[in-house]
């Protein structure tokens, strides 16, 4: 126990590791989904609930799977806050920050399962999640980009690219202000990237290979040049530009 309480940075960073591998490894698997889910999902009642589960299982792997590496920076340095202002243990408070900030996602995960089963009932989706629409797809992108340049884009960008601001503003002592701070770094998250979310209907949200170039491109967008002011503006007109196009295909199809 004195060694973990050495070691917690170390030991926060390996849970965190661990729980992201579980979960691509979970999507790498199938996300225990075949085409029977998708087919029941589209019923109405009782009869389409064991679809929507899976469905809704698979959205917050996903989250976790997706956003947890972006979120793990801010997690550590919670960690060694706590430490540094409290005698007490941070490994607690850490994991409970964590699972608050995961608990956002799900949250939006049911949000996602929602839409999805919009779009499916209304034909737009295949069984791989993909956009069967040029004029959605185009539209999931025209969005995206038009968000990244947004005021509110920023605010949120802002929180998650600086944690030390972040964690030195709305810090509060115990796990009761572990949670709550978890739970608004979360806030801020979703606010940051729903848009980019959408875009996992585009090209499909079991084609691994996009989900994990929409991951990166979070991660890089909170530490790197993505999401700084021109990062956003040129990603922001790249993806309104294909957006474009891809209207402008289905348009002529």
């Known amino acids: 126990m004195e060694w973990v309480v050495r070691h917690e940075r170390a030991v ?32 109405a009642g009782p ?19 997706m956003m947890l590496p972006s979120a793990a920076p801010t997690i550590l340095l919670f960690a060694a806050l706590m430490r540094a202002r409290s005698t007490a243990a941070a490994l607690p408070e850490a994991g409970i920050f964590a699972g608050a900030y995961v608990v956002v996602w799900v949250g939006f995960s049911v949000v996602a399962t929602a839409a999805h089963w919009m779009l499916d009932r209304g034909g ?10 040029g004029v959605l797809g185009g539209g999931l992108l025209i969005a995206a980009g038009v968000y990244q340049l947004t ?40 606010g ?3 848009a980019l979310m959408g875009l996992l209907f585009v090209a499909g949200a079991m084609n691994l290979l996009w989900v994990a170039a929409i991951a990166v491109f ?3 967008e909170k530490t790197a ?6 990062g956003r503006i040129a990603s922001g007109i790249g993806l ?9 295909r289905a348009s002529l199809g």
Do not use: N
């Open 12 to 43: 926060v960073g390996a849970g965190l590791g661990a729980i992201v591998a579980l979960a691509w490894a979970f999507l790498l698997g199938g996300a225990g989904m075949d085409g029977s889910d998708m087919r029941a999902m589209g019923h």
């Open 47 to 65: 009869e389409g609930a064991p679809g929507i589960a899976t469905v809704f299982l698979m959205w917050a792997v996903m989250m976790v799977a």
């Open 124 to 133: 737009l989706v295949s069984p791989a999640m993909r956009s069967t629409s």
């Open 151 to 190: 005021p509110l884009k920023d605010a949120c960008l802002s929180r998650c690219r600086s944690p030390i601001q972040f964690l030195t503003r709305h810090w509060r002592p115990g796990p009761a202000g572990a949670l709550r701070v978890g739970l608004l770094h979360g806030a801020y998250c979703v």
């Open 192 to 194: 940051c990237c729903w």
């Open 218 to 220: 979070v991660l890089m």
């Open 225 to 230: 040049f993505p999401g700084t002011r021109f």
């Open 240 to 248: 309104a530009a294909a957006g474009a196009v891809l209207l402008a």
